[in-house]
């Protein structure tokens, strides 16, 4: 079983749905937990970054997180076609001892928004 | 732009060969961090380097190695090239990365490998 479980998808929603993403872990030790924007063939964006339970919100985009559930969500509202891309989940532990940065990502979850 | 710059962009070469990856962190950033991306096995942690040593070591293969340098720039080297080591490599920096502190990891664009 992986660490990090998240849906590939692919989710496709129309312009101006909401769009909910989520990942469940199994690593009690993760505390960080990121939500990353990628879009074909770059490099991972850092969209959502929180390491408490709860909602943080920015913008279009609430992040979530329920760690006595080991789950975690992220809320794009008023989608755009621009929104279009893969949403990568990743956490890390608070300490350890060989891992002290180490990114633990789900498979990400290709997103399609349609006009 | 994340500030994290990397070069090549694309690179072509043979199984068999040995190549040369590199990465500048952003400003300030301490930590560099490289991953690869393959469509199987999604993106995935290599090895963590800080302020010239290294932290930390993921799924990284012995035919690869990297270090990083006085002015913080870092390289990976991937040697005896197969065919399954055609990825996307991203290097990522962060300010620190150490235990306890709670910065994050910014990502370059990304070096694009494939090994014919």
């Known amino acids: 079983q992986k660490e990090v479980e998240q849906d590939p998808g692919p989710l496709s929603v129309p312009e101006g749905a909401i769009v909910s993403l989520n990942c469940t872990y199994s690593?009690?030790?993760?505390?960080?937990f990121m939500w990353y924007r990628q879009y074909s063939r770059k490099g991972p964006e850092l969209l959502m970054y929180?390491?408490?339970?709860g909602n943080k919100e920015d913008g279009r985009f609430t992040a979530q997180v329920d760690k006595s559930s080991k789950y975690i969500s992220l809320f794009i509202r008023d989608s755009q076609p621009s929104d279009s891309a893969t949403y990568l989940c990743a956490m890390r532990a608070k300490t350890t001892t060989d891992s002290w940065g180490k990114l633990q990502f789900g498979a990400g979850t290709q997103v399609v928004v349609t006009p | 732009d994340s500030g994290v710059t990397q070069t090549p962009k694309h690179l072509i070469t043979a199984t068999g060969q040995r190549v040369t990856l590199r990465c500048s962190p952003r400003?300030?950033?301490?930590?560099v961090y490289w991953y690869q991306q393959s469509l199987d096995q999604g993106l995935q942690f290599l090895i963590q380097y800080y302020n010239g040593e290294e932290r930390a070591k993921g799924n990284i293969l012995e035919r690869f190695s990297a270090q990083q340098f006085p002015d913080l720039h870092s390289e990976l080297n991937l040697s005896s090239l197969e065919l399954g080591d055609s990825a996307l490599y991203f290097c990522?920096?962060?300010?620190?990365?150490?235990?306890?502190?709670?910065?994050?990891?910014?990502f370059g664009p990304g070096t694009r490998l494939t090994v014919l």
């Open positions: 690593n009690s030790a993760f505390q960080y």
């Open positions: 929180t390491y408490s339970s």
């Open positions: 400003s300030g950033d301490l930590s």
């Open positions: 990522a920096s962060s300010v620190i990365g150490l235990a306890g502190s709670t910065d994050t990891q910014y």
